[in-house]
T-cell receptor, first 112, second 110 residues
């Protein structure tokens, strides 16, 4: 079984530029999560999808962040414009039930 | 509010036993997770406790006391590859939303 796929693995951009991350969850997993993880910290939930519906986006900075999961499968997370403080690892995870989330390898974003 | 506390760093010796503690305060409780995360990699699932008591899985065991808001992860027969961060995470009133602690960075010395 293929795991959660994310791309790109690394991204370096200048501040004020836009950036997008892509995630393909494990087949059959209806729930998809986007997390942000800063160095030395645990993952922080940005948004959670149940199929194509965003059911928890309370932690998503909506002035510059947006996400979509149009067909209830893969998802994109966008930042526009990026700020220096957005440098972090962006993790995507998926789950079939509440007992276990499977994480992708993450995208390491560096904003210069 | 929700708060999860665990030590920032721990060091242990190869072949020994180490216990990583986690205390939590959440509005509601559905379960507690432990994840392992090697440097530069994604978290991987270790255990999930819903009821009080000890769950054993090979060299790793996880304990939960809901009344005390307390859990620990016990690692036996430590190996060098166990050097990693160990994340305690709790699901509160929403079973699908996991709140992570900052993690405990465990270093194993020969």
């Amino acid at each position: 079984e293929a795991g959660v796929v994310q791309s790109p693995r690394y991204k370096i951009i200048e501040k004020k530029q836009p950036v997008a991350f892509w995630c393909n969850p494990i087949s059959g997993h209806n729930t998809l999560y986007w997390y942000r993880q800063n160095l030395g910290q645990g993952p922080e939930l940005l948004i959670r999808y149940e199929n194509e519906e965003a059911v928890d986006d309370s932690q998503l900075p909506k002035d510059r962040f947006s996400a979509e999961r149009l067909k209830g499968v893969d998802s994109t997370l966008k930042i526009q414009p990026a700020e220096l403080g957005d440098s972090a690892v962006y993790l995507c995870a998926s789950s079939r039930d509440v007992n276990e989330q499977f994480f992708g390898p993450g995208t390491r974003l560096t904003v210069l | 509010g929700q708060n999860i506390d665990q030590p920032t760093e721990m060091t242990a010796t190869e072949g020994a036993i180490v216990q990583i503690n986690c205390t939590y305060q959440t509005s509601g409780f559905n379960g507690l997770f432990w994840y392992q995360q090697h440097a530069g990699e994604a978290p991987t699932f270790l255990s999930y406790n819903v009821l009080d008591g000890l769950e054993e899985k090979g060299r790793f065991s996880s304990f939960l006391s809901r009344s005390k808001g307390y859990s620990y992860l016990l690692l036996k027969e430590l190996q060098m590859k166990d050097s990693a961060s160990y994340l305690c995470a709790v699901t509160g009133s929403s079973a699908s939303k996991i709140i992570f602690g900052s993690g405990t960075r465990l270093s194993i010395r020969p």
